[in-house]
Every structure is written in structure tokens, then in C-alpha cells.
């Protein structure tokens, strides 16, 4: 065979095969987006996630599914929140079951993939769910939530939220809603302060005041009780009030539905059944909730996993 041919021959063959690992690579880089994302309004409906649960008609009539979080073991959660699905279904006149989520990437995952009708969270995921699938906020927790981000009052170095940048933080692990408020005020990932995971307020607090942290955030409530004279701790910043945790109800439930979760939830038989509920988060009756209050709240989330935003 001639030189020349044979060169071109090759040389075509490899241009042919570079295509085809190209592609292959690209597709595989496509799988992955898929297999570790949720949804975007771009690839389907709005209301495609929760088709997964099946039609999202109303008349449907399979079980109703609510949910929240998962901060507790199982057996403590499942006494939270099996009255209020009891209560639930007695208003709708159709099973409700609670489903406990062993943890946060289960919840999250399922939650963003329109998997429960009802469910009871922080701000952030309402709004995320309100702009996503389509639900709709219905009764809240009435304290609305006011971090702070503090350091020992005796330091100096850090004078506002911008000397943080980089420095070790004691907060929760996202996406607690602190934690999230903290890291929105660095967009730069370069520059985000590092996390080092704390359980619980009071210990954040006592981690901060012991060294093991430069600053830490707080909700403003906690610092009120661990530093009821002001001298311990000094205020780098405070984030803007947000509303309380809220229930929302997705698109199998509808609007006369929605109205007669309300009710209920906020009438005398509500209260009891979401005793252990309040008596957990707040202490205080449920207030109705509006879905202009939860707007935009999901860009909180757009650095979590299976949160597109």
C-alpha cells in the first residue's frame, strides 16, 4: 500500500476514535450528573419529581406520605410525628404515613425527587420545595429564626465577617440552617471558613469559649442564654430574621385539601397532636404560613448535594 494512503488511513481512524471516547466520555460525565442531581426545570416539568409517587392527581388514591428531617433516632421521631400523620388522615379522610428517613442524604435525596406529599423543615428546604415541586407552605413554627455569627469577646483579630474568611468555625454540618447562613456570606468557595462539626448550640458555644474555634454561629436566643451578661462573647454579625420551620403539601394535595390540613393543624386537636412537636422546636401553637415568606429561601441550598439551583 502506497505511504500516503496509509497515513491518511490512520490518521483517519485515529480522528475516528478520538470522536468516539469523546462521546463516551461525555455520556459518562451526563450519567453522573443524572445518577447524583435532582431534576432541573430545564430537563422536565415542574411537576415531573412527583410522578414518582404516581399520578399527582388528587383522586389518586394511594397513600398520602409526610416527612421531616431526620434529628432524632427513629423510635423518637416516630412518637413526634405518628400523631401528627394520625391527625393527618383523620382530616383527609385518607391514609397518611409517616416515613422516617435514617439519614440526610436518604431524606434529601427522596425529598427532592417529589417522594413525599407532606413535610415538616427548615425554610430553606420550603423554599426550595416551593420553587421545585411545587409545594406550598401551609402552618409554621411562629419565632423566626435569628443567627449570629460571634467570637470571644477579648478577640481583637477578628473584626467583622470578612476576617473569618478561612479561619475554623465550630457549626453544625450543612445543611443545618446556620451553617448555610454562615457560608452564603463567603460565594467565593476559595474563601469559606472551615467547618469544624459541632452537635448542638450550647456545645458550639463552650468549643468556641474553650479555643477549639476561632468564632462560631449561633442561633441569637442561645447566645442570650449562654451569655446573659454580654461579656463572654462579641457579635461579628447578624443574619436577617428568617421564618420558622413550616409544613408544606406538595401537588397531590389540593387546594381544599390544603385549607383542611390548615385548620386542623391550627384547631384544638392539632395542638395535641403535635405536643411533642412544639414542645421540641418552639413551645408555641402553629401560625399559618405564607408561601411569599419562603420565596427564594432554596439559594441556601445550592451548594448541597441534590439541591440544583
Not at 401560625?287 to 420565596?295: G, I, L, Q, T
Request: with cysteine; aromatic share 8%; proline share 7%.
Amino acid at each position: 500500500m502506497h505511504p500516503t494512503r496509509t497515513t491518511l488511513l490512520s490518521l483517519t481512524f485515529g480522528l475516528g476514535l478520538l470522536a468516539t471516547l469523546s462521546t463516551t466520555h461525555a455520556e459518562s460525565r451526563q450519567q453522573r450528573k443524572v445518577a447524583y442531581a435532582p431534576p432541573t426545570a430545564a430537563a422536565a416539568p415542574a411537576a415531573a419529581p412527583a410522578s414518582r409517587l404516581g399520578s399527582t392527581d388528587a383522586t389518586n388514591t394511594g397513600p398520602l406520605v409526610f416527612s421531616a428531617p431526620p434529628r432524632g433516632t427513629r423510635e423518637a421521631e416516630i412518637a413526634m410525628y405518628q400523631p401528627v400523620a394520625e391527625l393527618l388522615s383523620r382530616t383527609l379522610k385518607r391514609e397518611v404515613v409517616y416515613r422516617h428517613a435514617d439519614n440526610w442524604l436518604t431524606y434529601s435525596k427522596d425529598m427532592t425527587q417529589g417522594r413525599y406529599d407532606l413535610v415538616f423543615d427548615g425554610p430553606a428546604f420550603n423554599g426550595w420545595r416551593q420553587d421545585r415541586l411545587n409545594h406550598v407552605p401551609l402552618v409554621k413554627l411562629p419565632e423566626p429564626f435569628v443567627f449570629v455569627v460571634i467570637t470571644r469577646a477579648e478577640n481583637r483579630d477578628i473584626r467583622d465577617i470578612a476576617d473569618l474568611a478561612g479561619q475554623r468555625i465550630c457549626a453544625h454540618a450543612p445543611p443545618n440552617l446556620g451553617t448555610l447562613t454562615l457560608l452564603s456570606l463567603f460565594p467565593n468557595a476559595a474563601r469559606q471558613p472551615a467547618i469544624k462539626t459541632t452537635e448542638g448550640w450550647d456545645n458550639a458555644f463552650k468549643r468556641m469559649m474553650r479555643g477549639d474555634c476561632i468564632a462560631t454561629v449561633v442561633p441569637i436566643k442561645n447566645l442570650e442564654k449562654n451569655d446573659r451578661e454580654g461579656k463572654k462573647a462579641r457579635v461579628v454579625y447578624r443574619h436577617a430574621a428568617l421564618p420558622n420551620q413550616a409544613l408544606s403539601a406538595g401537588p397531590r394535595i389540593t387546594a381544599e385539601m390544603r385549607d383542611r390540613i390548615q385548620q386542623a393543624m391550627l384547631s384544638k386537636e392539632g395542638r395535641q397532636a403535635t405536643a411533642a412537636l412544639r414542645a421540641t422546636y418552639a413551645g408555641r401553637d402553629f401560625v399559618p404560613a405564607s408561601a411569599k415568606e419562603y420565596a427564594g429561601l432554596g439559594v441556601y441550598l445550592r451548594d448541597s448535594l441534590y439541591y440544583s439551583y
